[in-house]
């Protein structure tokens, strides 16, 4: 407020509606980021969910019968899969049937520990683990592991479109405010200037010039009021 009270009564009505409607533009893009995000990752979350369930159809055989070979060509169907990270058969017990995982990671991934079932968010991934069943009974559990470059393109993507967005926006309220502003400003000058005429020489002949000293308004009624009588 002390930077709008030193700045001239036109920048300050057009910083003001700046601010304003800079204010508003946030406040939605924020609200409609984060309405994206959340439901990005929810159907994020819903097709990692499906391809774990049309997995388990085909990797119950193989963990029933403790075979790594079919389980693994079981797993390497997801290769094609865009984001996946890995991908891994647990035996009952909780050992290892099988695993892969994507070649720029193959080398130095470690597999994590028996998870328990369910959705774990992490700063970088995206993991769901459910139980493999045959004939009702479990015979293991997958595990399948994502990562978040999908989610973080469509921020990036989505913060871009909406900052030349607010841009367009904001030049156009600048542009509004600056064509507005003179039949805002302009009776307030005017009424300025002829107070400080008034009060240095006496003179309200500027005021029935500059106002219309026939006018109603709180300014005619006020300059008639303290004007001399002829």
Known sequence: MLILQ??????????????????????????????????FRNRKVSDLQTTADLLSVSADAPLAFNDPKNGAQVLRAIRVRPGNRAAVLYRADGSVLSW?????LAARYTLPKLPLPGIVWTSDSLSYTEAVY?????????YLEDDLNDVRSRMVHFAKGL????????????VLSTWLRKGITRPIYDLAWTARCV????????????????????????????????
């Open 100 to 104: 892969q995982a994507r070649r720029d």
């Open 199 to 230: 009060a240095s020489r006496n003179d309200y002949n500027v005021a029935r010039t500059t106002l219309g000293w026939g006018g109603t308004g709180p300014a005619q009624r006020g300059f008639q009021l303290h004007a001399p009588t002829d």
């Open 6 to 39: 030193k700045l001239a009564l036109r920048r300050s009505l057009i910083l003001f509606s700046l601010l304003t409607s800079g204010t508003g533009l946030v406040l939605f893009c924020t609200g409609f980021v984060l309405y994206d995000l959340n439901d």
């Open 163 to 174: 900052a030349v967005m607010a841009g367009i926006c904001l030049l156009i309220v600048y």
């Open 134 to 142: 045959l004939d009702g009974k479990p015979v293991g559990t997958i």
